[in-house]
């Protein structure tokens, strides 16, 4: 019988021949990974208690990205606290204030095909861009990863999303997850959802990463790609020497067993915005009324990645953001500055007025800088817009492609990039 | 073989119905006394170990936080039942040692009814009828019978 991707690696991490969905299996964990907030915080006081150490350091990924720079003592002592306890515990891939935990894990060359991963966040999905699987999971069970090395997972069905055709010039990844949002639901617990078709292909790393990212969104427990030669080509970027043959086997059989299989014509897609305050809130750009805004933010691992930033600048490229309006920038890692300061990209955004902010989560979870007074309007590249995520609860959020923040930046209301591409 | 009461619910019970914002200051054992009041304002006070919570879809669905089953299992609930569950629920609830089935036939259930599960087997009983439903495989039972993961954990350690 054929089986899905995941449920192949699944039934590898779990030294089975195969396993099927609902099948409860106990897995070996090959990678770890936690951020200054989900992590040595919670999990070092449970360890002491146990009176235990991390199994193995060298499957462990530490990055602080949630509270940097700190903003107060209390932020300062949680960075200190991690780089403590990463000292104490020898964990050698420490990233400090060098960018977000999931783009991290990408460019630190930590991700290959048919890894079992597990990390102490939600977004922890988006890995599976890079072919292996990924699931978030809570403070306490990281916790018996780090004394254990394994856990306990209930397979989950597989939910294949197809898309084909060629998007119309302004139509992102972005857009797909908004949309898919709004189409699938955010109630697919349990689920893996596994893309595919010629528009996936077709896409770069950066915006593969974008679809697993938002399958959080979706609800769903893991999102996963099929490796190719992109995928392979990014990992040796990352400086990892890899086995073509031994990655290229890690897909799906073409007899396998999906749950659902839906379909989606590329070129049927406009620029989606979500309302506040949900992401399922979503539909084309012109249902958001074009309504009025304070502040636009490009940011986070979904939406601040050099072609997230390359994107910004195409529509910002010789315009001016509005009177009264604030574009902030946080790229997603401190190499992505480094590379849009290179190519030109920064200069760009910054003599449209836009203003640069350190890289890190920043306003993305309200914790950073960034965030929004009561009865502010913000458009966001961010992946939430759950009541108060983003600061007050009065505040507003909608979400929309880098394109749209964008666009939205030069008019001061939501606006449809498409007319700054021609 | 756990065995008692059944308990019925229907689909979204969510984390606010089991563990109340409002009380989630209180200790453990008060806050659980006010467990599902919303919708049973009797079940806190007469339900008995052994009892069965059997819900619909989506059970459990909300916030993460722990103490929707901690109460259930505080108040000597022996099992949960439901169509489908919320997935932070569903892995709390097994990492806290409350058994957690999948129950695609929760509708044959009524409420009040006496109900046996044996979540190994992957046995429901009730009304003189028996359902299969996807066991809880023994490894992860050992778990759920030292109390949860963290107490699972300190046993395991002690005899390293
Ligand atoms: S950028 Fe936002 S979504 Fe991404 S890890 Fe940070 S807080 Fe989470």
């Given at each position: 019988m054929g089986r899905t991707l995941t449920e192949k690696i699944l039934a590898r991490a779990a030294g089975k021949d195969a396993v099927a969905p609902g099948e409860i299996v106990t897995a070996t964990v090959d990678l770890a990974m936690f951020h200054d907030s989900s992590g040595p915080r919670r999990v070092a006081p449970r360890l002491k208690e146990l009176g235990a150490r991390v199994?193995?350091?060298?499957?462990v990924v530490v990055v602080s990205d949630h509270?940097?720079?700190?903003?107060d003592p209390e932020s300062a002592a949680i960075l200190k606290l991690t780089r403590d306890w990463v000292r104490e515990q020898g964990i050698g891939a420490f990233y400090d204030m060098q960018g977000i935990c999931h783009v991290m894990l990408a460019e630190g060359g930590h991700l290959r095909p048919g890894l079992f991963c597990v990390g102490?966040?939600?977004?922890?999905?988006?890995?599976?861009?890079?072919?292996c699987y990924m699931a978030g999971f809570g403070a306490t069970e990281m916790t018996g990863v780090m004394v254990t090395g394994d856990i306990w997972t209930r397979v989950p069905a597989t939910i294949r999303v197809d898309w084909n055709g060629a998007f119309a010039d302004g139509v992102v990844a972005k857009d797909v997850m908004l949309h898919l949002c709004r189409?699938?639901?955010?109630?697919?617990?349990f689920k893996a959802i596994e893309y595919g078709g010629d528009t996936v292909r077709a896409m770069s790393m950066s915006e593969r990463g974008v679809l697993t990212n938002m399958a959080a969104e979706l609800g769903a427990e893991s999102a996963i790609i099929e490796p190719d030669d992109k995928t392979l080509a990014a990992i040796r970027a990352a400086g990892v020497a890899i086995d073509d043959e031994e990655a290229l086997r890690w897909r799906s059989d073409p007899d396998a067993t999906y749950e659902a299989v839906h379909r989606f014509n590329a070129a049927d897609l406009v620029p989606q915005v979500a309302r506040p305050?949900?992401?399922?809130?979503?539909?084309?750009?012109?249902?958001?009324?074009?309504a009025r805004i304070d502040q636009a933010y490009i940011g986070a691992c979904v939406g601040a990645k050099l072609t997230d930033l390359q994107m910004a600048a195409r529509v910002l490229k010789g315009r001016k953001v509005a009177k009264d309006v604030r574009l902030l920038i946080a790229p997603s890692s401190r190499a992505t500055t480094e590379a849009a300061a290179k190519d030109g990209t920064l200069a760009i955004l910054t003599e449209a007025g836009a203003i640069v902010m350190p890289s890190g989560c920043g306003a993305c979870a309200g914790m950073g800088a960034g965030v929004l007074a009561a009865g502010e309007v913000c458009i966001s590249s961010t992946n939430r817009n759950f009541?108060?995520?983003?600061?007050?609860?009065?505040a507003e959020v909608y979400l929309g492609s880098p394109y749209t923040v964008a666009a939205s930046a030069i008019e001061g209301r939501i606006a449809d990039p498409r007319s700054y591409l021609q | 073989m756990i065995s008692g009461r059944a308990w019925k619910f229907g689909d979204g019970i969510d984390t606010d119905v089991l563990a109340p914002g409002h009380y989630m200051k209180l200790p453990l054992e008060e806050a659980a006394t006010h467990c599902l009041e919303a919708i049973a304002p009797n079940f806190a006070k007469e339900v008995r170990p052994g009892d069965v919570v059997v819900g619909g879809a989506s059970?459990?669905?909300?916030?993460?936080?722990?103490q929707a089953a901690q109460a259930l299992k505080q108040l000597g609930v022996g099992a949960v039942l439901a169509t489908s569950f919320a997935r932070i629920f569903y892995r709390n609830a097994l990492n806290l040692g409350l058994p957690a089935l999948f129950f695609?036939?929760?509708?044959e259930i009524r409420d009040g009814d006496a109900i046996e599960v044996d979540p190994v087997a992957g046995i429901v009983r009730s009304n003189g009828r028996e359902f299969r439903v996807e066991p809880i495989p023994a490894h992860l039972m050992v778990m759920i019978e030292d109390g949860g993961l963290m107490p699972h954990l300190k046993k395991k350690l002690a005899r390293a």
């Open positions: 199994w193995d350091p060298s499957k509270y940097v720079p700190a903003v102490g966040d939600s977004h922890s999905t988006m890995a599976g861009a890079y072919g189409t699938l639901g955010m109630d697919n617990a305050h949900s992401p399922e809130n979503s539909g084309p750009v012109a249902e958001a009324n074009s009541k108060g995520r983003m600061g007050h609860k009065d | 059970f459990g669905i909300g916030s993460s936080r722990e695609p036939q929760a509708n």
